[in-house]
């Protein structure tokens, strides 16, 4: 979904910035583009736009990173599709 944003404020994604090693693989797996490696350590820039998949806690080798896959990214989704629809995004679907 292009421009999503997840519910403000509410995403579980943890970070544990001492525990990092600056391994690139948060980075790397992120489908939104939450971190960003900066002077060897991973940093969250956009919390808004995490779905919660798990993908960077199942990846990260030291375990700095929690989150609770799959908590919100339901709502997030039906919330995001809703918007577009009202907009004129989609057409069709299963509420239709």
């Known amino acids: 979904m292009k421009g999503f944003r997840y519910l403000e404020n509410v995403a579980s994604l943890k970070l544990c910035q001492e525990e990092c090693i600056g391994c690139y693989k948060c980075q ?3 489908p939104h583009q939450v971190f960003r490696i900066t002077e ?3 940093h ?3 919390l808004d736009a995490c779905l919660e998949c798990g993908a960077c806690a199942m990846n ?3 375990e700095a990173i929690s ?3 799959g908590a919100g990214c339901a709502i997030g989704l039906i919330n995001e599709w809703l918007r577009e629809r009202k907009a004129g995004g989609f057409g069709g679907g ?3």
């Open 94 to 96: 299963f509420l239709s």
């Open 44 to 46: 969250i820039v956009d």
């Open 67 to 69: 989150v609770e896959a």
């Open 60 to 62: 990260c080798p030291v």
């Open 40 to 42: 060897r350590k991973a």
């Open 28 to 30: 790397e797996v992120c």
